[in-house]
């Protein structure tokens, strides 16, 4: 499946071709999501050894360190190919006690992409996911309005979603074309768990995406935090000779045609096991296994 690709924005003039598996960039940040790595320069070397392995797809944001990761693709990556896909969403920020932040008033938004633009050296950015926390007191339409209206600035090339719940997916695809959505899935975690600090999660969208044609992007999607099924996971892992890892990520390849993984990390070796994960193929028996 390594060859597999998934275009964004398929439905217009400038669609984006991503090969999967992608790389989610926030675990390149300090402690706790905050300041700069420990190892600047093997954070560097990861970014550009992501590339040599076939990898086109990166998620960041501004408030990733913040600013952190931005800079490190910048840094490792520009000028970018051709091909490249950097991926960047808005709507929260850090504040100086490293609390997460609803960031999704009109100005703040256009501030947010501002500074995504001039962190990463652009004068347009591919792909903004725009998310809302479940306590934003900003009305959701109006702030995808204010995305929309970027778009049409030429700031912004395609506008996606980010921890979407059903509503707020029927209310932007009525306003606008949606890209592509980022949710919270993995093998572990598929519906909406109202105790969650990370929003909503995607079993409940990734259907609505499959209908609409729409990538669906799931984050944290090495989670595996439910010990029973991690087990079995565990099992088919070791009987294939691949680690939980790997098969967290062939397992969600499997799921759907329009899944686009983005597993993070800071190991060049787990780097290349990501990537190789999209080689293994899933009987319909060990699928049925793991349910």
Not at 17 to 37: I, K
Not at 191 to 205: C, N, W
Request: charged share 25%; glycine share 8%; net charge negative.
């Amino acid at each position: 499946m390594r060859n597999k690709v998934i275009t964004i924005g398929a439905d217009t003039t400038t669609p984006l071709t991503a090969r999967t598996p992608g790389y989610g960039t926030m675990r390149l940040t300090g402690e706790d999501f905050w300041g700069e790595p420990r190892d600047r320069d093997g954070a560097i070397a990861l970014l550009r050894k992501a590339v040599e392995l076939g990898v086109n797809f990166f998620d960041t944001a501004d408030f990733y360190g913040p600013g952190v990761t931005n800079r490190l693709l910048a840094d490792a990556l520009y000028p970018y190919p051709a091909d490249l896909i950097i991926a960047t969403k808005v709507g929260a920020k850090r504040g100086a006690d490293k609390s997460w932040q609803p960031y999704g008033k009109p100005d703040e938004l256009k501030k947010s992409v501002e500074n995504n633009l001039k962190e990463l050296k652009l004068e347009q950015l591919p792909l903004v996911h725009f998310g809302k926390s479940a306590n934003s007191p900003e009305d959701y339409e109006e702030s995808l309005a204010i995305m929309l209206a970027l778009q049409k600035e030429g700031k912004i090339l395609h506008v996606g979603l980010s921890n979407a719940s059903v509503d707020q997916f029927n209310k932007a695809i009525k306003m606008g074309r949606v890209a592509s959505v980022e949710n919270m899935y993995s093998y572990a975690q598929r519906l909406t768990d109202p105790e969650s600090p990370y929003g909503f999660q995607g079993g409940e969208v990734l259907p609505l995406c499959e209908k609409h044609h729409i990538p669906f992007i799931p984050f944290f999607s090495l989670q595996t935090s439910l010990p029973t099924e991690q087990n079995k996971i565990k099992q088919v892992a070791d009987a294939k000779g691949v680690t939980v890892a790997q098969l967290n990520i062939a397992w969600l390849l499997h799921q759907s045609a329009w899944i686009l993984p983005i597993p993070g990390t800071t190991s060049i070796q787990h780097l290349e096991e990501n990537v190789t994960a999209a080689d293994i193929s899933l009987l319909k028996e060990e699928l049925e296994f793991l349910g």
